[in-house]
């Protein structure tokens, strides 16, 4: 999964660490870029999972980080 934030915070209706546990726990990668600034649950999405995280300083920060996840890299197996 990729997520291109622009939020400055987040407004979430149920339990996003229990998500985030549980995302981890089906080995769903989650790599996560901010257009902004930095998220702490955004960090701790993408920490948790295996995934990336970073704050694009530009548009060509952000595309040299989007294209890092190519190709994509295998799950390791004690994740």
């Given amino acids: 999964v ?3 934030s622009a939020s400055l915070s987040t407004c979430d209706p149920g339990d996003l660490f229990g998500t985030i546990a549980r995302l ?3 080995k769903v990668r989650c790599s996560v870029f901010s257009l ?5 649950v955004c960090r701790k999405l993408a920490r948790d999972t295996g995934g990336d995280y970073g704050v ?3 548009a060509d920060h952000l595309a040299d980080m ?3 996840l190519l ?3 295998p799950i390791p197996s004690a994740m």
């Fill in 2 to 4: 990729i997520l291109l």
């Fill in 24 to 26: 981890a726990q089906d």
């Fill in 56 to 58: 694009a300083l530009n």
């Fill in 36 to 40: 902004l600034a930095e998220v702490f």
């Fill in 66 to 68: 989007l294209a890092a």
């Fill in 71 to 73: 190709p994509p890299r």
